[in-house]
């Protein structure tokens, strides 16, 4: 029933683009508020699965999304996002988290009815605001669920459109560019040290280690296994790392990578230990890249596993460091290596908008200086 519900709404957003149904003005600007809000995009999961929940269950009360509460109307919130809205939005690309937005700080161990009264400390304040009042407005019947559900996913598509615009348009500027000079390795690093200091740029590691194995992986002999979501912990997806190597006609896993935004410690070394004896196989790498300094006494902490483990390495590598040395020993893979990672970054959800775009453009600008 939900997924037919949210067929229909998203068929009713589709024929109405360009026409909200909500008349009250002041509700359709929050609803767009929460949409639109860059900073934080949990809130616009909280609208999909809250107000699908109300279609399919009109006896419910919309303000209650935690079974804890133990009332006959309380319902799991969490288990319509996670059911419901995630395959949605990914089946249609729509610019959300990719993960619940029940595990957010605000939302995540509540049992409390969500009234426009109560703080949920969340940032930013206006829109945690916003998400209360308009949950209320649906209890008092100023909008039904089902005008909720449409305008959310409305505005969500608009979103989507405008994103695919602008990123259609830097793409041709790239495209029309001269590209009969490459850039060099050291020009790529700088331009991947400036996409690094972006904001949000925890998943941008993981992609330059999968970009230089997918450009080399025929000189290797060895492929990247699929990506796993970017938030997700490594128990849930039974994965050593959060990129794992194996050879290309093995699926044995030889090398794992494991990336941090942070200065790797012996505790990391020690966690890292514990999954490698419990993996189902032997692996011979596991390496971690880190965008920090690394820590000399920590490096000889991981060199040492060597000799406890029978021969199983644990390295430590800049981020840069080792993208550096891969464009130099693989200098005639340089472009695509960074036509491999541009193509990650446009295709993974985790990858912000911002991101996106930011990388087009530093590119473009690179490519300019050439000339």
Known sequence: ??????????????????????????????????????????????????????MDLPYIDIRKPYTEIGTNDSFS?????????TPFINKHDLPCNPTTAFLTPALRNRN?????????VGRPPKLYQYLLEILN???????????????TIRLLLAIRNEDRQRINSLLANLKASDRSMQLSSQRIVKLLAQHLSTKGSSRLPVLIVAAAYQAASEKLGEKILPLQVHTAADKQTGTIGDLEVTLIDNNSIITSYEMKMKTITKDDIDIALNKITRANNRIDNYIFITTKEVNKEVACYAESIYDLTNGIEIAILDCLGFIRHFLHLFHRLRTSFLDEYQNLILEDNAVGQHL????????????????
């Open 356 to 371: 996106k775009e930011t990388f087009l453009t530093l590119r473009q600008a690179a490519e300019r200086e050439l000339y």
């Open 112 to 120: 409390i009815l969500l009234s426009p009264d109560i703080n949920l």
């Open 1 to 54: 029933m939900s997924e037919k519900l949210l067929s229909e709404a998203f068929n009713e957003a589709m024929r109405s683009l360009d026409n909200s149904s909500i008349t009250d003005k002041q509700i359709r600007n929050k609803i767009e508020f929460i949409c639109r809000n860059q900073q934080n995009r949990a809130g616009v999961r909280l609208l999909l699965s809250c107000s699908l929940a109300k």
């Open 77 to 85: 919130g969490r288990t319509y996002d996670e059911k419901y809205i």
């Open 137 to 151: 407005d649906i209890y008092e019947e100023r909008i039904s669920a089902k005008q909720l559900l449409v305008e």
